[in-house]
């Protein structure tokens, strides 16, 4: 009896660490999506140009107003073919080249899960607390 407790204790333990495939895989689309946009803000700032960001409907986002080659580089296509985003309170991001921006959000969906991805206009993209706007720890 004691053994069959044990045992019982330990799965639910275990099914308890085990964390949601679908948020692990939102939460690395989160992070990589916080990256590209960083990194075409910098690349706005470099060359001075206003560039923006935008969900496609078709799926994937896209970046205007880079220079061809820089906009080659960048990926245009989420890893998980099923994860959409809703810019909140635009149709687009904007990413510079001015050094403080309006805040902005980003909501990403990836089955019932979502994400939140925003800046205050001054830090950095990042994933954020959806309820409190805060940065998620």
């Known amino acids: 009896m004691v053994v069959v407790l044990i045992v019982a204790v330990a799965s639910g333990m275990i099914s308890l660490s085990l964390r949601d495939r679908s ?25 001075g140009t206003d560039v923006r960001w935008a969900p496609m409907t078709s799926g994937g986002f896209e970046f205007t107003g880079l220079p061809p080659k820089a906009a080659q580089e960048l990926p245009h296509g989420w890893l998980e073919p099923d994860t959409t985003a809703t810019v909140v309170g635009a149709p687009q991001l904007k990413l510079g080249p001015e050094p403080l921006l309006p805040a902005q959000r980003v909501l990403l969906h990836l089955g019932d899960r979502e994400l939140a991805v925003g800046s205050d206009g001054l830090a950095p993209f990042q994933i954020i607390d959806s309820a409190t706007g805060a940065p998620a720890q």
């Open 23 to 47: 948020q692990s895989r939102l939460e690395t689309e989160g992070a990589r999506l916080a990256a590209l946009l960083e990194t075409a803000r910098t690349q706005s700032r470099i060359i």
